[in-house]
């Protein structure tokens, strides 16, 4: 079946019959260089055609790669006058006899892949001024293409970096205690994910690129898993928080994989960054897991999204305060007035508060005047390894 041409797919096509009719020749397609294989992205042939969209062939024996090695000359009015020619399997392609191929250049300087014509017949008239031709056509072809090439590297690059994390069974977890304000105690802890340190980024980057590449939800259901991991090893009665974005929490994977989990000890943490879309869908999809024990935390109240809506909305158990309403509490009015008022909120809401990012113990006695139950932060415990947390507190 033919695949439908993208937006881009069809300008190129554009561009070959122009080099297909203007040269008089039977065949004009661009291909993309991967290795050893050439992808021929776009054909624009005369009937029948004896290639199609995405058909691939290799690379090392083309003619392309003879005329891009100087074996060919980039034009070849006859291919029967170059033994060298003959010799590739292209010659046994039915027919094919003249033959002209140019290199797609982008503006980094890589070399795409090719762009080419070539007749079921010796065509005596090809010249060097076609090949001019065809280089002004490959450089438009060039600009055509460079986004999607880009795109193409981008995830590459990415894949390279997430899909070992994935087969590995998601990244490291580490945790972060949640303490009691009034007693210092530990009442629970956050799991974080941990990447590789050369990454050199904050989790939510690599979790937000695994995205572009269609591998969030599994890399973030994984973190999930790891998390509830810990807490079957465990045998405290605090609970475990975990962080989920709304549409990967909305999967049947998730929801699936979130029934099985020891629900009663467990705070979900739905970040206010991502929108979450249907509150009522949430809402349905939350309702069983809440009804088996699940908490439900907003995290980063007060970073500046959709705060109240959100809040109002998601009817959470828990308010996680974001670090920047928290850190320097003690010194700033303004602050206080907000915090309070959020406290207020949940108070009157029967949600419990999480003050996060307490550094300082100034902080954290402000905080509890202002009627904060609970915090989190390098105050008390930085994010460490599992067996660390439970042997200091
Ligand atoms: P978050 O959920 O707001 O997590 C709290 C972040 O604040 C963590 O950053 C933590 O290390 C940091 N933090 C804790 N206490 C302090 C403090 O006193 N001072 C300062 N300056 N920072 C503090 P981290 O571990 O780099 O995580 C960044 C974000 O990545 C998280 O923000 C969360 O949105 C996301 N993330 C981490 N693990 C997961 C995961 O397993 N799943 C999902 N979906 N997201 C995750
Ligand atoms: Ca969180
Ligand atoms: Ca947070």
């Known amino acids: 079946m033919a695949r439908r041409r993208t937006e881009a797919a069809e300008h190129i096509a554009a561009l070959l019959r122009t080099a297909r009719s203007a040269l008089g020749l039977s065949l004009a397609f661009i291909t993309r260089l991967d290795g050893d294989t050439q992808h021929l992205e776009v054909v624009e042939s005369v009937f029948p055609p004896i290639f199609r969209d995405g058909s691939t062939r290799p690379w090392h024996d083309s003619l392309c790669k003879a005329i891009a090695d100087g074996k060919l000359p980039a034009v070849i009015p006859d291919l ?21 191929s140019v290199p797609v250049v982008l503006s980094d300087g890589t070399t795409y ?11 005596k008239e090809l010249s060097r001024r ?26 590459t690059e990415i894949a390279a970096r997430i899909d070992p994390v994935v087969a590995a069974g998601g990244p490291d977890i580490v945790l972060q205690p949640i303490v009691d304000l009034a007693s210092g105690r530990r009442i629970g ?6 990447f590789p340190r050369a990454w050199a980024s904050t989790p939510d980057r690599h979790f937000a690129e695994a995205h572009e590449i269609g591998s969030g939800d599994e890399l973030e259901i994984l973190a999930l898993r790891r998390a509830a991991e810990l807490l079957e090893a465990s045998d405290d009665q605090g609970y475990v928080a975990m962080n989920v974005s709304p549409n990967t929490l909305l999967t049947p994977e998730c929801l699936h994989a979130l029934a099985r989990m020891p629900l009663d000890r467990i705070v979900l943490e739905l970040s206010e960054h991502q929108q979450v879309e249907d509150y009522d869908l949430l ?3 939350l309702a069983p897991l809440r009804a088996g024990g699940l908490r439900l935390a907003v995290d980063d109240v007060g970073a500046g999204f ?13 308010l996680k305060l974001d670090r920047s309403i928290v850190a320097g509490v003690a010194a700033d009015p303004v602050l206080q007035v907000l915090v309070r008022a959020l406290t207020d909120l949940a108070t009157a809401t029967g949600a419990a508060v999480v003050a996060e990012g307490i550094e300082t113990s100034a902080d954290a006695t402000a905080l509890a005047g202002l009627g904060v139950a609970y915090g989190q932060g390098f105050h008390f415990g930085r994010p460490d390894h599992p067996a660390r947390l439970r042997d200091r507190y």
Not at 130 to 151: C, H, K, N, T
Not at 306 to 318: A, E, F, G, N
């Open 80 to 100: 029967r006058k170059f033994p060298e020619a003959m010799r590739l399997p292209a010659a046994r392609i039915p027919r094919i006899r003249s033959y002209i």
């Open 306 to 318: 959709s705060s109240l809506r959100h809040i109002v909305l998601t009817q959470p158990d828990v």
């Open 283 to 285: 809402k349905g999809a």
């Open 113 to 123: 892949g090719t762009f080419c014509a070539a007749g079921f017949g010796a065509d």
């Open 130 to 155: 076609d090949e001019a031709l065809m280089r002004v056509l490959s450089q438009a072809a060039a600009l055509i293409v460079e986004p999607g090439a880009r795109q193409r590297a981008r995830h």
């Open 189 to 194: 802890a956050e799991a974080l994910s941990r």
